[in-house]
């Protein structure tokens, strides 16, 4: 069967190829990191796929040698509404995980900060064994945002989601397995997909779908709730002179001196 172009898109490539639709993120030269456009485009995108009734199943993946980076510090202009912007990629974190459809996320190099969390908001984590997973954003004096706090809480528990967000540490595939923030590991990213997608193809996918929206519609109230504080966490942070040095260690490509502050 061909494959088609869903939407017209700047920052990422679609394609439908039957009940299946693969979206790939492509900044591959910023490993995927999100500016503010970009976000722009996917929360549009998430509204169109949201209304196709003739897909069913998701793939959220990354053009180049990363699947997100996360957001673009460097793109992010001094003057930034961040207010506007907590509330966009919050809206997004609500669409994705909210989406009547199946979704896998296909990990390969990294997936950090940012694009982690919009990892973890699928259905089904699919990482290839040599990738890295970062929540990172304590190494630049930030909280998690998109939804993190309460995808690590759901996966980890507290304890566990606690220890991810205050080391900032940079796991390996295999671990983030272990710990149960990854479904599978694969050598073989692209062929452990097309089995999970060619298994619920296989099966009457509507009832997948109608689980889904009883979970979800439990749960988005305390996800909702999580985000707020994420934003008025942000905000905050964003204030810190720990996040300013952070901000500049990452541009002089050298370790920050944090001093509580």
Not at 13 to 24: E, L, P, Y
Not at 100 to 125: E, W
């Amino acid at each position: 069967m061909s494959i088609t172009p869903l939407s017209k898109t700047k920052y990422m490539t679609v394609a439908v190829k039957g009940r299946v639709a693969t979206v790939s993120f492509n900044r591959p030269k910023s490993m995927n990191a999100f500016t503010l456009d970009m976000f722009v485009e996917f929360h549009q995108l998430l509204k169109e796929l949201r209304v196709t009734k003739s897909i069913h199943i998701i793939i959220f993946k990354g053009n180049g040698n990363a699947f997100s980076s996360g957001a673009d510090i460097k793109s992010m202009s001094p003057d930034l509404d961040l207010e506007t912007m907590m509330d966009l990629v919050s809206e997004i974190a609500v669409a994705l995980y909210t989406l009547p459809k199946v979704t896998i996320a296909a990990i390969h190099g990294a997936a950090a900060g940012g694009g982690l969390s919009l990892a973890l908001a699928t259905d089904y984590t699919i990482a290839q064994t040599d990738s890295k997973i970062a929540m990172n954003f304590n190494g630049i004096g930030l909280i998690p945002d998109v939804g993190a706090h309460y995808f690590l809480l759901k996966k980890l528990g507290e304890a566990k989601a606690k220890q991810v967000i205050w080391n900032a540490s940079v796991l390996s595939a295999s671990e983030a397995f272990d710990i149960g923030m990854i479904d599978e590991l694969a050598d073989d990213l692209q062929g452990a997909v097309e089995r999970q997608v060619e298994k619920w193809l296989a099966s009457p996918i509507q009832p997948l779908i109608q689980s889904k929206q009883i979970f979800t519609e439990v749960n988005c109230e305390e996800l909702i709730h999580i985000l707020k504080l994420e934003k008025n966490g942000q905000i905050k942070m964003r204030q810190t002179s720990d996040h300013l040095e952070g901000i500049q260690a990452f541009i002089e490509k050298r370790k920050p001196i944090f001093k509580g502050e």
